[in-house]
T-cell receptor
Framework: DMKVTQMPRYLIKRMGENVLLECGQD?????MYWYRQDPGLGLQLIYI???????SEGDIPKGYRVSRKKREHFSLILDSAKTNQTSVYFC???????????FGSGTRLLVI | GDQVEQSPSALSLHEGTGSALRCNFT?????VQWFQQNSRGSLINLFY???GTKENGRLKSTFNSKESYSTLHIRDAQLEDSGTYFC???????????FGAGTKLSVKP
């Protein structure tokens, strides 16, 4: 069953702590994405990864960094989390050419 | 700037009726994808279109790249159709999809 898996599903962190969100896919997709979703704003693009160690900033990269050392894994890192980074984070992947996007189930992060 | 404008922002339907959701694009897009976000927050793929029309059950979607819009038609709405519907469009293969703000659909008995 082809899918995108996000861990953890729920996370509570204190302001200033480091946060690691993990995403995995089993479809050998080259391109992966991180988005965040806030109420009324749809999904906003944080980072794109075109393949291992080939990452680009999206629309709202400030406060985040990413790591992609294996094609099937794409991590989102928050160094010193802030309360305004409380959100739902979605990871997605896609194959080559005209193909649809597959999203994970999301990680709900609360920074207190 | 905003590339995907979705309307309406909210919609209420009675069971058995139908309506259309729309996405307008401020630039030429090469493909669009429609999602339903259910009550658990999961994004469910509905359609991916590079052109033309696709239909699946009570749902039908059209993408007109030249006129920069896409529509999602729902007919014979059921209670389980409630949720938020998003369109996401991409400019080219290396460009990530940008999302509209969503249409919150409520289907009532």
């Amino acid at each position: 069953d082809m899918k995108v898996t996000q861990m953890p599903r729920y996370l509570i962190k204190r302001m200033g702590e480091n946060v690691l969100l993990e995403c995995g896919q089993d479809m050998s997709h080259e391109t992966m994405y991180w988005y965040r979703q806030d109420p009324g704003l749809g999904l906003q693009l944080i980072y794109i990864s075109y393949d291992v160690d080939s990452n680009s900033e999206g629309d709202i990269p400030k406060g985040y960094r990413v790591s992609r050392k294996k094609r099937e894994h794409f991590s989102l890192i928050l160094d010193s989390a802030k309360t305004n980074q409380t959100s739902v984070y979605f990871c997605a992947s896609r194959g080559q050419g005209f193909s649809d996007y597959t999203f994970g189930s999301g990680t709900r992060l609360l920074v207190i | 700037g905003d590339q995907v404008e979705q309307s309406p922002s909210a919609l209420s339907l009675h069971e058995g009726t139908g309506s259309a959701l729309r996405c307008n694009f401020t630039t030429t897009m090469r493909a669009v994808q429609w999602f339903q976000q259910n009550s658990r927050g999961s994004l469910i793929n509905l359609f991916y279109l590079a052109s033309g029309t696709k239909e699946n059950g009570r749902l039908k979607s059209t993408f007109n790249s030249k006129e920069s819009y896409s529509t999602l038609h729902i007919r014979d709405a059921q209670l389980e159709d409630s949720g938020t519907y998003f369109c996401a469009a991409e400019r080219n293969n290396n460009n990530a999809p940008r999302f509209g703000a969503g249409t919150k659909l409520s289907v009532k008995p």
